[in-house]
């Protein structure tokens, strides 16, 4: 079946660091790729999206690139701030039953970035 | 500007108690659903609805029933609370008119279950 696969955390970075955390996925068919954010305390926020092969989503100085050939949706940021601590997950839209809406999460990775 | 509203944000239950999670949405979303968030497990969905009077399983079901009467609204019923339903409960939901709209999410349930 569907599933996603994210690297385990935490991840500890010094501000401004380059920031990368891997997602790959199996699923059949051609499913759209998420990546959302949990700051603490919070319920889960939509960082950026990417409906297609090669497809590029960016927000706020993230970005992921769907790669079909590797099937790989990595996060990358080329400067981390202490305000980008927070969980963050990788997910897959699951088309099975004709809903889009139904998302496979990944385990999530904690990144905390020290001053 | 209120979005998706869990109540309550904390809960104790004895096993064998029964509870409702709250979840309310003021986007006239017509997709609604619920996660369960376990540790190195990620989110799991539970249950969710297209619209009002239509129900559906997810991944983890059992010992969780769901209504949908209107479509701001959609509890999650605990019929008798055991130790592994300790958890934090999200709700979300989004529109079914785009494709691929993202999941709105509420804050969460942090339930307890001793």
């Known amino acids: 079946g569907n599933s996603v696969t994210q690297m385990e955390g935490p991840v500890t970075l010094s501000e401004e660091a380059f920031l990368t955390i891997n997602c790959t996925y199996t699923a059949t068919g051609y499913p759209s790729l998420f990546w959302y954010v949990q700051y603490p305390g919070e319920g889960l926020q939509l960082l950026l999206k990417?409906?297609?092969?090669?497809d590029k989503g960016s927000n706020k100085g993230f970005e992921a690139t769907y790669r079909k050939e590797t099937t790989s949706f990595h996060l990358e940021k080329g400067s981390v701030q202490v305000s980008d601590s927070a969980v963050y997950f990788c997910a897959l839209s699951s088309n099975y039953g004709g809903a889009t809406n139904k998302l496979i999460f990944g385990t999530g990775t904690l990144l905390a970035v020290q001053p | 500007n209120a979005g998706v509203t869990q109540t309550p944000k904390f809960q104790v239950l004895k096993t064998g108690q029964s509870m409702t999670l709250q979840c309310a949405q003021d986007m006239n979303h017509e997709y609604m659903s619920w996660y369960r968030q376990d540790p190195g497990m990620g989110l799991r969905l539970i249950h969710y609805?297209?619209?009002?009077?239509?129900?559906d399983q997810g991944e983890v079901p059992n010992g969780y029933n769901v209504s949908r009467s209107t479509t701001e609204d959609f509890p999650l019923r605990l019929l008798s609370a055991a130790p592994s339903q300790t958890s934090v409960y999200f709700c979300?939901?989004?529109?079914?008119?785009?494709?691929?709209?993202?999941?709105?999410f509420g804050n969460g349930t942090r339930l307890t279950v001793t």
């Open positions: 609805s297209v619209g009002a009077g239509i129900t």
């Open positions: 979300a939901s989004s529109s079914l008119g785009r494709p691929n709209s993202p999941l709105h």
């Open positions: 990417a409906t297609k092969a090669d």
